[in-house]
């Protein structure tokens, strides 16, 4: 017994030191979950550890697997979990928590309060209890996590090396919908992503269906704006990427997508990170399409066939697109075969064919709903100029290239 207090009162001179802050508290629990030993003094947080299921999870896991885990509850609640065994037998789990990701605000403890039931007697203990869990980023967390694994087993481990608790499905009847929901907005993304490899200026229609589909990466934090914040930065950071992949120098697309990243930071509510991000994608768009589709054509060439590129879902007749260039019917029809090659008819051909191997390859929009969106009289006059240009038909493309 002696030894095992010894060893606790490591463990918190360890948290101790760490987090320089007397609020932080260490906790060991046997190899059947009996909490044997703590520096806390609020025994609701032992409770809140077990009743959201995270005590029970840990003991499950740390039979299974040695590395560290991360635990979670709703709030944003963390704890860290470090396992020591003797020989091929769970001894005990190592916990420092409870923390926050951020401050809590009182909004958050109300809306607690009220999906707990909280009896009313309690509510002020219970308020007092959470404002005293302290914030830490989850980073910085997880570097806590690795250290204690170093110091209960000697082995030197990464962040990488983390688990995390896989958090319940709460309707498990739904999973199957779940699933195929994740499936839709990966094949949004990447939609969206290939549209900028290929400086594809007939954008908007994909990034509405995304934005339809899902509402980001699941980021627990307790703050919606920097959630928002932080789902915008990983997508500048993939369409960074996707823009070098499609020609763009990579110091022209860091220094692109850093100077919106830096916008984000400085966003204060959702709109302003809406505004941002679409603005990120739009340059990025724009500044692959410059890059790969002919800088040797005159200006009003290039507009007409950006103009092309973005209304593919449209009726676009000569007429029309004269009028957006400033030219005559005939004088446009000239300069465009003069500089292009083709004819403006053939063009438009050509670049909804492109469009169609993207839809083909990138979503489950039916070859009906493929030839009626861009603007083929029928499915089969779609398939046969599809395969006058590419050589297949659309369901064989779809066959060897659907992701």
């Given at each position: 017994m002696e030894e095992q207090t010894n060893s606790m009162e490591a463990l918190g001179s360890f948290v101790d030191a760490l987090l320089c802050s007397p609020t932080v508290y260490a906790w060991r629990y046997s190899a059947d979950g009996a909490l044997t030993a703590t520096n806390c003094p609020i025994h609701v947080y032992h409770r809140i550890f077990e009743h959201t299921g995270c005590l029970s999870y840990m003991?499950?896991?740390g039979k299974a697997e040695r590395t560290p885990l991360i635990l979670g509850a709703e709030m944003g609640i963390l704890w860290a979990a470090v396992y020591e065994w003797e020989e091929d037998e769970l001894c005990w789990c190592y916990v420092i928590g409870p923390v926050f990701h951020n401050e809590v605000s009182n909004e958050l403890l109300a809306e607690a309060v009220r999906r707990y039931h909280i009896d009313p007697n309690w509510r002020p203990a219970f308020v007092r209890a959470m404002k005293a869990i302290p914030a830490v980023s989850s980073i910085l967390f997880f570097q806590y996590a690795v250290m204690l694994h170093c110091i209960v087993t000697g082995e030197k481990l990464s962040r990488s090396d983390l688990r995390f608790q896989n958090r319940p499905d709460p309707d498990r009847g739904k999973k199957k919908t779940a699933n195929r929901n994740r499936h839709h907005t990966y094949q949004a993304e990447q939609a969206l992503l290939q549209l900028?490899?290929?400086g594809d200026?007939?954008?908007r229609s994909a990034m509405e269906k995304a934005g339809q589909l899902s509402s980001g990466v699941g980021i627990s934090t307790n703050d919606p704006v920097n959630r928002a914040i932080l789902t915008s930065s990983n997508f500048t950071a993939l369409c960074t990427r996707a823009a070098i992949e499609g020609g763009l120098t990579p110091d022209t697309a860091y220094t692109v997508g850093d100077s919106y990243i830096q916008s984000l930071t400085e966003c204060k509510?959702?709109?302003d990170v809406r505004t941002v991000n679409h603005a990120m994608y739009e340059d990025f768009i724009q500044r692959v399409h410059r890059q790969r589709y002919n800088p040797q054509y005159s200006q009003q060439i290039q507009s007409c066939a950006a103009y092309i590129e973005a209304?593919?879902?449209e009726e676009l007749t000569l007429e029309k697109l004269a009028h957006e260039v400033g030219?005559?019917?005939y004088h446009l029809s000239r300069k465009f075969?003069?500089?292009?090659?083709?004819?403006?008819?053939?063009?438009?051909k050509f670049a909804r064919i492109e469009h169609a191997k993207l839809l083909l390859a990138a979503s489950d929009l039916s070859i009906k709903e493929i030839?009626?969106?861009?603007?083929?009289?029928?499915?089969s006059h779609f398939a046969r100029v599809f395969r006058e240009v590419t050589g297949q038909l659309p369901q064989q493309y779809r066959k060897e290239n659907y992701k």
């Open positions: 003991i499950q896991e900028v490899r290929d200026m007939n954008y509510t959702i709109a209304h593919l879902d030219y005559s019917e075969k003069e500089e292009t090659g083709d004819n403006i008819r053939d063009y438009i030839a009626e969106q861009l603007r083929f009289c029928a499915p």
